[in-house]
Each structure stands twice: as C-alpha cells, then as structure tokens.
C-alpha cells in the first residue's frame, strides 16, 4: 500500500482505467484510505464537481503536499 494519509495534497498523473477519469493533473486532498484487497484513496478533487476514488497500484499520482 502507498504511504499517503488523510490530510496529503496529490497530483494525478494517470487513471487510465476509468472510461471517465478525473483530468491528468488535477489536484484534490485525501479524504481517507483503506486498506485490504479492495483499497481505495478517496479524494476531494479541487474544482471538479464530482468524486472518483483512486486504486493503489492502478491509477498514477504523486503527493504535492505532505500534511503537517
């Protein structure tokens, strides 16, 4: 599992398994992670309307911002 936590500012690079993935770039804040065979990163997506979690291991991202 990935080391991000609740609170960490990301980047999305690529959800290419998603026939309508969040824009490669957009920003959000993890709002929560579980764990376990179904693990999902959920986020809040600045200025996107809508939410998509974020699969471990399938969608690419990169932390901008570790919380405090």
Known sequence: ????KAGDR???IEMSDDPDPI????EGVVVAVTEGPLAQIEVRWIGIKRSLALIPGV??????????
């Open 59 to 68: 969608d690419r991202f990169e932390i901008v911002r570790r919380k405090a």
């Open 23 to 26: 824009p490669a770039g957009s």
């Open 1 to 4: 599992m990935t080391s991000v």
């Open 10 to 12: 990301i980047r999305l």
